[in-house]
């Protein structure tokens, strides 16, 4: 069944609902599109992690999502941006909201950013 998904996206609650029904145990990623989807998202697929939209992203709502032991990615792309044209402060705005995992198709921006503040493990 995992061949049919894919280039299946994180927005694709049917496709994660499949790979769930697969294997319960399974890792899921699902997007909330607004903070108010954060809760449901989480109840219907276990609550381990949540895929957030820099728009909504606040350090209150992060600090809630660790007591909850539950993982927050938010990507910082060129193509979704925070406020401003600089990455560095796209950057700066999830790191001071504390959130898990920083994704970004320029790392070789993100790793210096994340290299000055120490807040990068080198996990090699």
């Given at each position: 069944r995992f061949e049919k998904l894919e280039g299946v996206v994180r927005h694709n609650l049917?496709?994660?609902e499949l790979v769930r029904a697969d294997d319960p145990q399974a890792f899921v990623l699902p997007l909330a599109q607004q903070a108010g989807d954060i809760a449901p998202l989480l109840a219907r697929f276990g609550g381990a992690a949540v895929h957030?939209?820099?728009r909504y992203v606040t350090r209150a709502l992060v600090d809630d999502l660790r007591r909850q032991q539950v993982i927050s990615l938010v990507n910082v792309i060129h193509a979704q941006r925070t406020a401003t044209d600089d990455?560095?402060?796209g950057y700066e705005a999830m790191a001071e909201a504390?959130?898990?995992i920083i994704q970004t198709n320029r790392p070789s921006s993100l790793l210096p950013y994340l290299n000055r503040r120490r807040l990068h493990v080198d996990v090699r």
């Open positions: 049917a496709a994660l957030l939209k820099p990455l560095d402060e504390g959130v898990s």
